[in-house]
């Protein structure tokens, strides 16, 4: 049979279609034998006119004005290849410029985020929410630094709390040094006797103190400065009534309204000592008397029990295999008989 291809269509083993042996039609309107004398390449495009082997994945532009495909300009007329990824080149033989052909622009890496996107952003057709660039699928997300607002405003918050803290200790430390205790106790021997000062009033109904009580015994703060008190019975009869001045910084004071120069009844500051050796005699002057002409006194020491005797006992810390004596002082407000045997030394 004349003119027929051998089988397999008379191409190479391995060969790709579109360019049988010479002498036989072309198979799907692909070109026939060359015309200028140089044989096309294997899966090249139209050979040139002017005797150039086409460029591989050469081929016409599909559209006039465009250039040609899979990102190559269009063979230049004059016999200038043309190069990756750059448009028509001129008809002048000069290279094309980049960026006229159907490559990737210039200057943005392939799997860049789009124009106007953040760095960091998806790559172009990765779904929203995809990781960025550099980090694999399925890495979790890097998350930016949160809560710097609220750190600032927990600084913040301790700092005026610190503030606030020392302001209001500091107020209490100094209205208890302006306004010096005062302890109020009725020995007159008849319940009902009242307090003012100032007019206002300071203590009611005070009971009879007959024996040592703390119970029956009240306590108040006053401004330091002079102020009038005054003192009645239960029919509210004017008991005494004179001007007293109390001070800062002192260790209190005990007022016993109403109470005789002549009274019984007397207040004494007890010491105790509390040794960790026993040595000597024990302390001196463990008992003082408070001026027994008097109804109202500025206490001379720091008192610790009010109206009751001091412990048996207290604890003495020390370190093991201190052998030094340690000694704690203990002081108490005593009430008792002024004749009383057990309260003198």
């Known amino acids: 049979m004349a003119n027929m291809p051998p089988p397999g269509g008379g191409y190479p083993p391995g060969g790709p279609p579109?360019?049988?042996p010479q002498g036989y039609p072309q198979q799907g309107g692909a070109y026939g034998p060359p015309q200028h004398g140089n044989d096309p390449q294997?899966?090249?495009?139209?050979?040139?006119?002017?005797?150039n082997a086409p460029h591989a994945g050469m081929g016409p532009p599909?559209?006039?004005?465009?250039?040609?495909?899979?990102?190559m300009g269009q063979p230049s007329p004059y016999g200038d290849a043309p190069q990756a990824g750059v448009g028509q080149p001129p008809p002048y033989g000069n290279a094309p410029h980049a960026g006229m052909g159907y490559g990737p622009q210039p200057g943005a890496p392939m799997g860049a985020p789009p124009m106007g996107a953040p760095m960091g952003a998806p790559p172009m057709g990765a779904p929203m929410g995809a990781p960025p660039m550099g980090?694999?699928?399925?890495?979790?997300?890097?998350?930016?630094?949160?809560?710097?607002?609220?750190?600032?405003?927990?600084?913040?918050?301790?700092?005026?709390a610190v503030v606030l803290g020392a302001t209001g200790i500091g107020a209490f430390v100094w209205y208890g040094y302006t306004h010096p205790s005062v302890r109020i106790v009725n020995v007159t021997g008849k319940d009902g006797v009242s307090v003012t000062l100032d007019g206002q009033e300071l203590a009611k109904d005070l009971k009879n103190a007959a024996t040592e009580n703390a119970a029956v015994v009240?306590?108040?703060?006053?401004?330091?400065?002079?102020?009038k008190l005054e003192?009645?019975?239960?029919?509210?009869?004017?008991?005494?009534?004179f001007t007293f001045e109390f001070k800062s910084g002192t260790n209190g004071y005990v007022y016993a309204p109403g109470r005789a120069a002549d009274s019984k009844t007397c207040f004494i500051v007890q010491t105790d000592e509390y040794k960790t050796i026993s040595v000597g005699?024990?302390?001196?002057?463990r008992?003082?008397?408070?001026?027994?002409?008097k109804n109202i006194w500025e206490l001379p020491t720091t008192i610790e029990f009010w109206f009751q005797d001091t412990p048996e006992s207290v604890e003495i810390k020390t370190k093991k295999g201190d052998s030094s004596n340690k000694t704690v002082t203990k002081r108490a407000l005593r009430q008792a008989p002024c004749d009383d045997p057990d309260f003198m030394d």
């Open 135 to 160: 980090v694999p699928m399925g890495a979790p997300m890097p998350q930016q630094a949160q809560g710097g607002g609220f750190n600032m405003l927990k600084v913040v918050g301790i700092g005026v």
């Open 42 to 51: 294997a899966g090249m495009g139209q050979p040139s006119p002017y005797g």
């Open 287 to 293: 008992f003082k008397t408070l001026d027994p002409t």
């Open 218 to 227: 009240v306590t108040k703060n006053v401004a330091s400065g002079a102020h």
């Open 62 to 71: 599909p559209y006039p004005g465009y250039g040609p495909q899979a990102g």
């Open 18 to 20: 579109g360019y049988p």
């Open 281 to 285: 005699l024990g302390n001196q002057d």
């Open 231 to 241: 003192a009645k019975d239960a029919s509210g009869k004017v008991l005494e009534s």
